[in-house]
């Protein structure tokens, strides 16, 4: 039997840091500029820690997230993981591994969260709301950005996120390390520890 607990918090992720040597943070000078970058970093890694509230349950567990362009891996592993989850993606194949659970296969990732939760995410745009960028895809109803330039807040797809503790990685990216995303009845909060680029062509 798949556990369904753990799979509704990876739904936010689905969409996604090692080692951040400290930046002293600066004002951005160009919102469009910064977007621009920022929606340019396809391939990284982030370790942190996922926190979810949900109307019959909450919990919270640690979160390994490589991404490698359109190819992804999420590890997820504490109390209400009951062991370890991990999700593997593809072009046209995701699967979900429980350990002794039946491997759940799906053609993507937004196919598979709907076989696991019934929950339809917006799979895509999570990849962008990660970055602390709008998703491209659709129109966001509201932004409000910081004293720094930074997203602060953004209403997309039904979803109210809110962003705060940036840090500036690798002297070139703004990213968020505080995101907080609710809907109805459902709050998750990714607390994320490191930041790790790799393999990304600068702007």
Known sequence: MIHRWPLAALSLLLLGIVGCAPHTLKPIDSW?????????????QISGKLGARLPDN?????LRWDQDRDEFRIDLSGPFGQGRTVITGTPG????????????????????????????????????WVRGVPSPETQARRMKRDDDGLLSELEQDGWHLRYSNYTLVD????????????????RLTLVIHNWSPHHAELR
């Open 32 to 44: 469009e500029e910064h977007q621009a970058r920022v929606a340019a970093l396809e391939s990284w």
């Open 58 to 62: 909450s919990g919270s567990a640690r």
């Open 93 to 128: 194949s995701v699967t979900l591994d429980q350990g002794d659970d039946e491997l759940l296969e799906a053609a993507s990732a937004e196919e598979l969260i709907w076989l696991a939760t019934g929950w339809l995410v917006p799979v895509d745009q999570l990849l962008y």
């Open 171 to 186: 002297g070139h990216w703004h990213l968020p390390r505080r995101i907080i995303a609710s809907r109805d009845e459902v």
